[in-house]
């Protein structure tokens, strides 16, 4: 297990969900000092107040500005890279805003890191990277791309940089479950984009760990992902239906700008390469150089045998079982003490 006892840590875009989250858990773990670069001082004064943990310093800072990002990781140890665009539609709207941010604000994530020697450095990615059709997803596959050239061009760096793949964070800044929440208790009907849509299900607290399992286990370019099981939305939503024990119906409003049916969080090319961790994939980089002639005549036959890691084929929760999954979620459990349900009985 990854000490992080007297070691200094920061967080890009701490304060957001994933930022509290491992915050929290690592002032647990006797860190010496986490620092968090945001560039909202609003939220990190809200932050200050919540942890009041004297370790915990704040950054006003953008990725998007390298000298900012080089002063916040001088003398750190570890690099949580969390700061993102992450909202599909509005990447759509302004595409060179994402490539700013989850781009080039990544690659001075990178770069700093390196100048100031950092240990280890890990970049938060998303499925939404696999066979991406929309802007969010394609400036998170080239972050991803960015992180692994950082090994490619410096063979004898001493900052390893790996990647992190996961699903929807249930319960995040943003996401539909914390909605959902908000319609039921106005007493409104839930509003689908499409019921069949499919998505991995992942609690911040798997997201954290699978952080910690890239700061264990990371070589140079490694991506790691953690298997996961999906549910359809209409099936999420009918959970929390139950679970409020509520009369609501669902209304489909039709899919958003550039939604797919379904996501993947590894493709067969990279499950023909990646091995197998038990809870999770470690997927190594393809560190061939430019001399290409040598495999013209020898290919890699072996991502035939490989289907895409996709949540449309992977096990499937039943509702029942998502309900299950939600009341392990404590944020869900306070949703519903506040509505007057006993939540150890809720899914009775």
Same mark, same amino acid.
């Given at each position: 297990?990854?000490?992080?006892?007297? *070691?200094?840590?920061?967080?890009?875009?701490?304060?957001?969900?994933?930022?509290?989250?491992? $915050?929290?858990?690592?002032?647990?773990?006797?860190?010496?000092?986490?620092?968090?670069?945001?560039?909202?001082?609003?939220?990190?004064?809200?932050?200050?107040?919540?942890?009041?943990?004297?370790?915990?310093?704040?950054?006003?800072?953008? @990725? !998007?500005?390298?000298?900012?990002?080089?002063?916040? +990781?001088? /003398?750190? /140890?570890?690099?949580?890279?969390?700061?993102?665009?992450?909202?599909?539609?509005?990447?759509?709207?302004?595409?060179?805003?994402?490539?700013? $941010?989850? &781009? $080039?604000?990544?690659?001075?994530?990178?770069?700093?890191?390196?100048?100031?020697?950092? *240990?280890?450095? &890990?970049?938060?990615?998303?499925?939404? #990277?696999?066979?991406?059709?929309?802007?969010?997803?394609?400036? *998170?596959?080239?972050?991803?791309?960015?992180?692994?050239?950082?090994?490619?061009?410096?063979?004898?760096?001493? +900052?390893?940089?790996?990647?992190?793949?996961?699903?929807?964070?249930?319960?995040?800044?943003?996401?539909?479950?914390?909605?959902?929440? !908000?319609?039921?208790?106005?007493?409104?009907?839930?509003?689908?984009?499409?019921? %069949?849509?499919? !998505?991995?299900?992942?609690?911040?607290?798997?997201? @954290?760990?699978?952080?910690?399992?890239?700061?264990?286990?990371?070589?140079?370019? /490694?991506?790691?992902?953690?298997?996961?099981?999906?549910?359809?939305?209409?099936?999420?939503?009918?959970?929390?239906?139950?679970?409020?024990?509520?009369?609501?119906?669902?209304? &489909?409003?039709? =899919?958003?700008?550039?939604?797919?049916?379904?996501? #993947?969080?590894? =493709?067969?090319?990279?499950?023909?390469?990646?091995?197998?961790?038990?809870?999770?994939? !470690?997927?190594?980089?393809?560190?061939? %150089?430019?001399?290409?002639?040598?495999?013209?005549?020898?290919?890699?036959?072996?991502?035939?045998?490989?289907?895409?890691?996709?949540?449309?084929? @992977?096990?499937?929760?039943?509702?029942?079982?998502?309900? *299950?999954?939600?009341?392990?979620?404590?944020?869900?459990?306070?949703?519903?003490?506040?509505?007057?349900? /006993?939540?150890?009985?809720?899914?009775?």
């Amino acid at each position: 297990m990854t000490t992080y006892a007297n *070691k200094k840590i920061l967080v890009t875009g701490g304060t957001g969900s994933f930022g509290h989250t491992v $915050t929290s858990k690592l002032l647990l773990r006797d860190a010496a000092e986490i620092r968090i670069l945001s560039r909202d001082e609003a939220k990190q004064d809200l932050m200050r107040h919540e942890i009041n943990d004297p370790r915990l310093r704040f950054y006003v800072g953008d @990725v !998007r500005d390298y000298e900012s990002v080089e002063r916040a +990781t001088r /003398d750190v /140890d570890f690099v949580f890279h969390a700061a993102a665009l992450k909202q599909v539609p509005s990447c759509e709207f302004f595409p060179m805003e994402a490539v700013r $941010t989850n &781009v $080039t604000g990544s690659e001075n994530v990178v770069r700093a890191s390196d100048q100031n020697g950092v *240990k280890s450095l &890990v970049c938060l990615s998303t499925d939404k #990277a696999v066979y991406p059709v929309n802007a969010m997803g394609m400036s *998170k596959a080239l972050m991803e791309k960015v992180a692994q050239s950082h090994g490619l061009n410096n063979p004898n760096a001493s +900052t390893t940089v790996s990647c992190v793949r996961y699903g929807n964070v249930m319960y995040s800044r943003g996401s539909v479950i914390p909605l959902f929440i !908000r319609q039921l208790k106005a007493g409104k009907n839930l509003t689908l984009t499409n019921p %069949d849509m499919t !998505r991995f299900m992942m609690s911040l607290a798997n997201s @954290v760990d699978l952080v910690e399992f890239a700061f264990q286990n990371a070589q140079q370019g /490694d991506l790691f992902v953690r298997k996961a099981q999906s549910c359809t939305i209409g099936d999420l939503a009918q959970a929390l239906i139950n679970l409020f024990r509520t009369k609501a119906e669902i209304e &489909v409003i039709g =899919t958003r700008h550039a939604e797919k049916l379904s996501e #993947a969080l590894a =493709t067969r090319e990279e499950l023909a390469r990646a091995q197998d961790m038990g809870e999770y994939f !470690r997927v190594s980089a393809d560190n061939r %150089d430019l001399n290409y002639s040598v495999y013209v005549d020898e290919g890699d036959i072996t991502q035939n045998r490989f289907e895409d890691y996709d949540s449309h084929t @992977v096990e499937r929760m039943t509702v029942p079982e998502v309900e *299950k999954l939600l009341l392990t979620l404590p944020e869900v459990r306070a949703e519903l003490a506040q509505a007057g349900i /006993d939540w150890e009985s809720a899914s009775a």
